[in-house]
């Protein structure tokens, strides 16, 4: 039996966002990590996310859907994001790593909240922190002791990431009425309007820039 629209669409963006995320970091892994011991590190967070792309990948070709045509719709708004939001250096891809994404996963994780419980355990599962939050955080830190001047820098950056994420979530949201329905029910019950989702996602990035110290 095909499972819900709903459920289709949060794992197929999710799915497409591990992907993405995989390219990514293999990405600047390779043409911005300082040294060697950077690049194995971020290359092995990028195993990672590819690893659970493949989970999504098969749990949605057991529910009966295409993992590619569940993907698809998702393609266009992600791709922008990370067109938009490429980083300069390695201290901007540390902080997209850690903010960018994060609020992006905590996105989909309060989609999930009031799923099957199989489906919540897996979102869960893929969404786990892998070391990300320690290895960018302390990356940061590091860089921000060895030139102070570029915590300002990455203040406005780390900005600019949540507010594109933010605006690319609505825009998602908008388009796939399924998918909607899902954050509005995380909102809370009877909830018409993600505004109060969108806060909490919001509350947790101004978490995150603290631990960076930005």
């Known amino acids: 039996m095909k499972e819900s629209p709903g459920v289709v669409d949060l794992l197929g963006v999710l799915a497409y966002a591990e992907l993405s995320a995989h390219a ?16 194995a590190a971020l290359s092995e967070l990028a195993v990672t996310e590819f690893a659970h792309f493949r989970l999504l990948r098969d749990r949605l070709a057991e529910l009966g859907a295409d993992p590619a045509e569940a993907m698809t719709p998702f393609v266009a708004a992600l791709d922008a994001w990370h067109a938009q939001t ?34 919540a355990k897996l979102v869960d599962e893929v969404l786990v922190d892998e070391g990300r939050s320690k290895f960018a ?11 102070p001047v570029a915590s300002g820098r990455l203040a406005l950056w ?23 329905l899902l954050l509005m029910e995380s909102a809370g019950e009877g ?7 969108f806060a909490k996602l919001t509350e947790a990035h101004n978490k995150r820039m603290a631990a960076m110290g930005i």
């Open 24 to 39: 990514r970091m293999t990405e600047d892994a390779a043409s911005l990590a300082p040294s060697l011991a950077d690049r």
């Open 137 to 147: 955080v302390e990356g940061v830190r590091a860089g921000i002791r060895a030139d």
């Open 86 to 119: 490429r980083p300069a250096d390695w201290l901007q891809a540390l902080v997209k790593t850690y903010v960018g994404d994060g609020i992006a996963l905590d996105f989909y994780r309060e989609a999930a909240r009031h799923l099957d419980p199989s489906i």
């Open 191 to 197: 909830h018409t309007d993600i505004s109060r989702l």
């Open 158 to 180: 780390a900005r600019r990431l949540v507010g594109e994420a933010l605006s690319q979530g609505q825009q998602v949201a908008s388009a796939r009425p399924e998918l909607a």
